[in-house]
């Protein structure tokens, strides 16, 4: 079995090992050695906020809810005499 398809993100969008070397590769020319640790360190900073604020817009459940036998006060009638 090939070690490379064993890679955590080697499934996502059908792309096999090799194909994520050679997009690494292009990726190392495009921005040189020197720039690629602040690219990712960036990188893993937005995905960590992006996370953060998605967990921030979850509803809240409600603390305590209502026992099944209870009705709620029927409003009183307005008298007009």
Do not use: C, H
């Amino acid at each position: 079995m090939n070690s490379l398809t064993n890679l955590p993100f080697a499934g996502i969008f059908g792309l096999g090992g090799s194909e994520l070397i050679v997009i690494f590769l292009i990726i190392l020319l495009l921005f040189g050695g020197t720039k690629l640790p602040g690219l990712a360190k960036g990188l893993g900073q937005s995905i960590r906020e992006f996370k953060k604020a998605a967990k921030e817009d979850e509803p809240e459940k409600p603390a305590a809810t209502k026992p099944a036998g209870t009705t709620p006060p029927t409003p009183k009638a307005n008298d007009q005499n």
